[in-house]
């Protein structure tokens, strides 16, 4: 039977090398303190930064949560694990298997998925897919105590077909979740109202999203918002691949159309496989996003990286600001997170396609994203051994300590400092 396409694409990018729970390590590092010239990605001024590893882990995601402590997820040899840090992520406390005896999808490029709510609770998603990789299991678990336990998981939807993938997570305030996920060029839904006992019927929302790129779900009060990549009939250059948002008022039963957050089409006859990431900060939400605008419609040469706001809940967005100076090298896979004094932050990944260098990049902004520092480097592939670093992820926690969480062939990695704002 057909391998999906997903699944062809990034069965190589799994990182070999399984093994017990890794516990994390620290090691010292360095963060640059000056901006990187565009014709020399690597900064030479450093200061320190201090390091914790999970080794062999192949795929993460890191949160903040109400409680000011950051929660990693990440994946490995079929299960996910769940660390809580309460010092901003410079330690974090022994991984506990969150999945107990379900077996895990793991992909480096699918970001487990993780939300923190109220008192301690703590959801987490992930699918089960069968041996020929065709439809898939949507699991949750929770967890009342921070993470140190997890009650076994529950079924949340049983997809006989199709090419499922990039489960995401929210809670809403009475701890019950949301998820969304993809089937094709589907966006599903499906929700619980008693915290995970009993789910929703599963429904579509939308008229299209991009295959292999992920969404972000967010609760606001009682809406409901989803970001993510839509997938439009466009022209003989590809189809309309652009980022755009919806939301629901009602509690997930219906959902408005949607809002374009790109305002320039982005034509394309492939998957990017690089969805939206999301932050809000006192009712403002900042969106940032890969797109290829600037290429040759139909040709993904290269993308930028690129931000929009929006004030008004989203329903309208702002103009796209590119985030990236340098237009020689292909930007992509952007977090953004938004620090206690207003402050944003971006990171992000770069290769060079005519040196096969690879960064990670990241920068801030103080007035509101219209503009932005020249972009610090905070890893590349100098180590032929760790292979390039990506899949960023940023949080910050409520007294202002920055943690940047990276994936290589060794790991996940978790950078810590001070924003001095």
Not at 99 to 117: N, Q, W, Y
């Amino acid at each position: 039977m057909k391998t999906p396409r997903f699944i062809l694409l990034f069965s190589l990018c799994i990182l070999i090398g399984y093994g017990c729970t890794p516990s994390p390590t620290q090691t010292t590092e360095s963060i640059p303190t000056e901006g990187a010239a565009t014709e020399s990605p690597i900064a030479t001024t450093t200061v320190d930064f201090e390091v914790t590893d999970f080794p062999k882990a192949q795929s993460h995601w890191l949160t903040s949560g109400s409680d000011g402590n950051l929660y990693l997820i990440y994946g490995q040899y079929n299960s996910l694990f769940v660390a809580r840090s309460t010092d901003g992520g410079q330690t974090f406390s022994e991984p506990v298997l969150a999945t107990g005896d379900k077996p895990v999808h793991v992909l480096p490029i699918e970001r487990p998925a993780i939300a923190i709510g109220q008192d301690g609770h703590v959801g987490i998603a992930w699918l089960e897919m069968p041996p020929d990789f065709h439809g898939a299991k949507i699991w949750y678990a929770a967890s009342e105590d921070g993470g140190a336990t997890f009650k076994p998981g529950q079924l949340v939807a049983d997809e006989p077909d199709g090419e499922v993938a990039m489960v995401q997570v929210a809670l809403d305030k009475a701890r019950n979740p949301i998820l969304a996920w993809l089937n094709g060029s589907k966006l599903k839904f499906a929700r619980s109202f008693d915290q995970g006992f009993t789910f929703s019927e599963t429904a579509s929302i939308g008229d299209g999203s991009c295959e292999c790129c992920q969404p972000q779900s967010f609760v606001t009060g009682e809406n409901i918002h989803i970001a993510y990549r839509s997938l439009e009939p466009g022209n003989d250059k590809g189809d309309i691949r652009d980022i755009v948002m919806t939301h629901s008022e009602d509690g997930g039963q219906t959902f408005q159309p949607v809002t374009r957050v790109s305002d320039t089409h982005w034509y394309l006859p492939a998957c990017p496989i690089a969805g939206p990431s999301l932050a809000i900060h006192e009712g403002t939400f900042y969106i940032a996003w890969m797109d290829g605008r600037s290429e040759p419609p139909g040709t993904f040469s290269r993308g930028d990286i690129w931000l929009a706001s929006s004030h008004d809940g989203g329903k309208t967005f702002s103009r796209n600001i590119r985030i990236n100076p340098d237009q020689s090298t292909h930007h992509t896979l952007p977090s953004v997170a938004i620090g206690p004094g207003g402050r944003i932050h971006i990171a992000w990944e770069a290769q060079a396609s005519d040196t096969r260098e690879a960064f990670l990049y990241y920068t801030t902004s103080d007035d509101g994203g219209q503009t932005f520092a020249l972009p610090q480097t905070i890893a590349a592939n100098t180590d032929e051994t760790r292979g390039s670093p990506g899949k960023p992820v940023l949080a910050i926690d409520s007294v202002g300590r920055v943690a940047l969480a990276w994936l290589d062939r060794q790991g996940v990695h978790i950078a810590t400092w001070t924003d001095m704002k």
